[in-house]
């Protein structure tokens, strides 16, 4: 499976972006990472490309919303009401056991896009 994020960039506190995410190959789900410079890379948010089942982290429930369109094999990321804390690479990765998603443990996930930055300025 090959990915291919775009739609990160620079935005002010309270703004919005859209990510996408472009997969090649069948996935059982795909996942939002995001990685902030000297911290852990951590899910965002999933979505089973099967049934349409999805998770989000706590941290952005209410202002993210993940979305999928399978005829294009395409996976979006809505993202909204955006915080200095949200800053950082995000990375969309396909998980191909049936397992990561709602739980987005980084490991589960076997292929990963090149990242996109997301820049939210106070």
């Known amino acids: 499976v090959q990915l291919q994020a775009s739609g990160g960039g620079l935005v002010q506190a309270g703004g919005s972006l859209r990510l996408s995410c472009a997969a090649s190959?069948?996935?059982?789900?795909i996942a939002w990472f995001r990685q902030a410079p000297g911290k852990e890379r951590r899910g965002v948010s999933c979505?089973?490309?099967?049934?349409?089942?999805?998770g989000y982290a706590d941290s952005v429930k209410g202002r993210f919303t993940i979305s999928r369109d399978n005829a294009k094999n395409m996976v979006y990321l809505e993202m909204k009401s955006l915080k200095p804390e949200d800053t950082a690479v995000y990375y969309c990765?396909?998980?191909?056991?049936?397992?990561?998603?709602?739980?987005?443990?980084?490991?589960?996930?076997?292929?990963w896009g090149q990242g996109t930055q997301v820049t939210v300025s106070s």
């Open positions: 990765a396909a998980d191909v056991t049936g397992w990561g998603c709602p739980g987005m443990s980084p490991r589960i996930f076997t292929s």
């Open positions: 190959g069948s996935t059982d789900a």
């Open positions: 979505i089973s490309t099967t049934d349409g089942a999805t």
